[in-house]
């Protein structure tokens, strides 16, 4: 399906009320393959997207939009315990999340209610509560937009790191997922580390896949903005990591600053209260703002635009280098302004 000069205004979940020159829905993996094929369709600018939900639009968008509106869940394998499924690009992250719970089939379950498409899932790694895609993709279909051929990317050519993948990097803008495939358990070691999780799950009744799932939709409905309400894309940076050096300097200077061992072997700070830190918590510039009970999401209270709601990102950037010597990286992607 074809549409001309189209308000994005439902395709954000800030809410901005940009223009597309151009938006196609691809039906099926094969009119994808086909579309990338056609030169002449490709020398526009093109921008794949999901959801809409990691992305702040600061203009209009002079190009064709393209929205993967394949879907279908699949189981494809059972080998005892251990259940292979796979998921189209367009089926939203939390139906699938749901459809797995609802079979018994565990791996996934603290990334309920994240917002957005299986395709953009793996793009950024998404993350919470003490999980990561990266522990249950086994390997991702991909269509390249320079030729049009399909390709296959194992969990390892996915490059996955925290917020991070290859797609975000090297491969960024250069192939569009089409089908995901992850590895579940009938009978998973449910991860309920994470604090606030466990005090959530014992008021559920206990531990199950089900009550894991419920309990995180429970926080993160009190934690987190409904894009319905307040325009937002979640944490708008990453929480930064730090040499063990810098981290030691500073809890020398902040001693009850949040701080946790990373993966990397550096230290992880909470962006958001480092951000709280610089007074920036619940603040506004016009309709643009930062969330009162997250420092880390900037919200549009109505009428904000991408560019003021950039400008303030880039004035929190400022105040956190200032404060604490510290970068913050934004974990959304920019469009229009490089
Ligand atoms: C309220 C709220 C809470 C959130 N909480 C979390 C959280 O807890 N953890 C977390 O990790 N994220 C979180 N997010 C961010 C967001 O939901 C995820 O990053 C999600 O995966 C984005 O999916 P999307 O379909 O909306 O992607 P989009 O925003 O549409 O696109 C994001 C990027 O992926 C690319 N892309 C999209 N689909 C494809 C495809 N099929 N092939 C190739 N490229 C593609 C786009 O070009 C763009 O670069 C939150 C967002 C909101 C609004």
Redesign the pocket.
């Given at each position: 399906m074809i549409r001309k000069n189209v308000s994005l205004k439902s395709f954000n979940?800030f809410g901005l009320d940009y223009k597309a020159d151009c938006i196609i829905t691809l039906k099926s993996e094969e009119s994808a393959a086909a579309f990338f094929r056609d030169r002449e369709s490709c020398g526009k600018p093109l921008?794949?997207?999901?959801?809409?939900?990691?992305?702040l639009f600061t203009s209009d968008f002079r190009g064709t939009i393209l929205l993967?509106g394949f879907g279908g869940i699949r189981l494809e394998e059972m080998n005892g315990s251990d259940v292979v499924v796979s998921a189209g690009?367009g089926v939203k992250?939390d139906d699938f999340v749901e459809w797995c719970v609802s079979r018994g089939y565990g791996g996934i379950e603290n990334l309920s209610l994240?917002?957005?498409?299986v395709?953009?899932?793996p793009?950024?790694n998404?993350?919470?509560y003490g999980s990561e895609i990266r522990e249950t993709v086994i390997k991702l279909k991909a269509i390249s937009i320079a030729t049009g051929s399909v390709t296959m990317f194992s969990n390892e050519q996915c490059r996955f790191g925290y917020?991070e993948s290859v797609?975000k990097n090297e491969k960024k803008g250069k192939?569009?997922?089409t089908r995901v495939y992850f590895n579940l358990e009938t009978n998973p070691r449910l991860n309920t580390s994470y604090n606030l999780l466990k005090e959530e799950v014992e008021k559920l009744g206990g531990e199950s896949l089900r009550n894991v799932r419920d309990a995180v939709i429970n926080i993160r409905r009190r934690k987190?903005?409904d894009?319905e309400i307040f325009g937002?894309?979640?944490?708008f940076f990453k929480n930064p990591v730090v040499s063990l050096s810098v981290a030691g300097a500073l809890k020398a200077d902040y001693p009850s600053m949040p701080a946790f061992p990373d993966q990397s072997g550096g230290v992880k700070l909470a962006g958001g209260w480092l951000i709280e830190q610089c007074g920036w918590k619940g603040k506004r510039a016009g309709d643009a703002g930062v969330h009162d009970k997250q420092a880390l999401v900037l919200v549009n209270h109505g009428k904000a635009t991408g560019k003021e709601l950039y400008d303030l990102s880039e004035e929190i950037r400022k105040s956190v280098m200032e404060k604490f010597g510290v970068c913050l990286e934004r974990e959304i992607?920019v469009i229009g302004i490089t």
């Open positions: 979940t921008l794949i997207l999901g959801g809409g939900s990691n992305v993967p690009a992250w994240i917002p957005g498409s395709g953009a899932a793009i950024q998404i993350g919470a917020r797609f192939f569009l997922i987190l903005p894009p937002n894309a979640g944490s992607e």
